[in-house]
């Protein structure tokens, strides 16, 4: 954006008689104008590299902010310890704009996960999968939304 703003600079002053300030104060309107109405209100982030522990934490934090996490990305740290804190995650997120319930989960079958959340309501909304170094054993981050 910055450097279509100085096109824009340069084109008005060789082609009109305006001063300088007067040609940066409108193309600065003309730019944040237009980077207002092409811009993504609801642009998607993402977390840094976290345990599976603290990802439950960051969840209900994101929720409470009006968030929703999008997509989960799952490795193994590494660690000998098969629990939930041995796995790293990294969510990805963006704004709630339709205020839908969400839940994250990980689990070693799919289908049993799915089925359980099925049950309270929820619809697999996206999945990744990772293998523990160590065991071999296959786990799924999951999203689920109602």
């Known amino acids: 954006m910055t450097a279509f703003y100085f096109m824009w600079i340069g084109a008005l002053?060789?082609?009109?008689?305006?001063?300088m300030n007067s040609i940066r104060n409108f193309c600065f309107l003309f730019v944040f104008a237009l980077g207002c109405a092409l811009g993504n209100g609801a642009a998607a982030e993402t977390t840094e590299w976290i345990s599976g522990k603290?990802?439950?934490?960051?969840?209900?934090?994101l929720r409470s902010f009006?968030?929703?996490?999008?997509?989960?990305?799952?490795?193994?740290?590494?660690?000998?310890?098969?629990?939930?804190?041995?796995?790293?995650?990294?969510?990805?997120?963006t704004r709630n704009t339709e205020m839908r319930d969400w839940v994250i989960d990980g689990w070693n079958h799919l289908e049993e996960n799915k089925n359980y959340w099925a049950d309270r309501g929820y619809k697999l909304a996206s999945h990744t999968l990772f293998v523990r170094k160590t065991s071999g054993l296959r786990l799924y981050c999951t999203v689920f939304y109602k």
């Open 13 to 19: 002053n060789t082609a009109t008689d305006l001063t």
């Open 66 to 93: 009006g968030m929703i996490v999008t997509r989960m990305d799952c490795k193994d740290s590494g660690q000998r310890t098969l629990d939930v804190g041995s796995a790293l995650v990294r969510m990805h997120y």
């Open 54 to 61: 603290e990802a439950f934490r960051r969840a209900d934090k």
